[in-house]
């Protein structure tokens, strides 16, 4: 079975200094890994996605993630971080197969990222 | 913008009550999900669903069910409420034809029910 194991809980961080969450997969088999945001009182939503090709993934808010196959990680970072990116961060895989519901998704147990001033 | 919503932001109800948590989505997406979200935990696959009238469980659906009568309504229901199931339900919809193509389709994500049972 594939799983995503995210060892930081609670990440604090002072506003513009850069910060890394970090996510270890999983997998027998091709792999498939998401970043999901959860900002206060929402659900979630896509952050990035790595499917193929480039190991590195970028987000439009400056957020990026490398796939490195060697170390199982997909580790997600920001250079410079902003109070608004406070939020819990979910790192997850795609465990379906080829039937219905090929896009269920397993996720991790989540990193809370607070950014202080 | 896809639009998942979710009957109730809070919900409280008594031990052994059948309970319904209801979802819509507006994107006439093929798959919908339900996943329940606790503290350390992350967030645990409950059932979902990849078309009308089809379910399959997920890691956890022990004291659950669903029903799924129409393409934009996904329901869970507690049978028996418990203190355990107190938690917050995330219903999710993401759109998959059953064709590869799709499976990499993003979910998108409800705000959310935390229900409490006493």
């Known amino acids: 079975a594939q799983s995503v194991t995210q060892l930081d809980s609670q990440v604090p961080v002072f506003e513009e200094a850069p910060v890394e969450l970090r996510c270890n997969y999983s997998s027998s088999v091709s792999v498939y890994l998401f970043w999901y945001v959860q900002y206060p009182n929402q659900g979630l939503q896509l952050l990035l996605k790595y499917l193929s090709g480039s190991t590195l993934v970028e987000s439009i808010n400056g957020f990026e993630a490398e796939f490195n196959k060697s170390q199982t990680s997909f580790h997600l970072r920001k250079p410079s971080v902003h109070i608004s990116d406070t939020a819990e961060y979910f790192c997850?895989?795609?465990?379906?197969?080829?039937?219905?519901?090929?896009?269920?998704?397993?996720f991790g147990t989540g990193t809370q990222l607070k950014v202080e001033l | 913008d896809v639009k998942v919503t979710q009957s109730s932001r809070y919900l409280v109800k008594r031990t052994g009550e059948k309970v319904f948590l209801e979802c819509v989505q507006d994107m006439d997406h093929e798959n919908m999900f339900w996943y329940r979200q606790d503290p350390g935990l992350g967030l645990r696959l409950i059932y979902f669903s990849y078309d009308v009238k089809m379910k399959e469980k997920g890691d956890i659906p022990e004291g659950y069910s669903v029903s799924r009568e129409k393409k934009e309504r996904f329901s869970l229901i507690l049978e028996s409420a418990s203190t355990n199931q107190t938690s917050m339900y995330l219903c999710?919809?993401?759109?998959?034809?059953?064709?590869?193509?799709?499976?990499?389709?993003?979910?998108?994500f409800g705000n959310g029910t935390r229900l409490t049972v006493t």
């Open positions: 999710a919809s993401s759109y998959g034809t059953g064709e590869p193509s799709s499976y990499n389709s993003p979910l998108h």
């Open positions: 997850a895989v795609r465990s379906g197969g080829l039937t219905g519901g090929g896009n269920k998704l397993t």
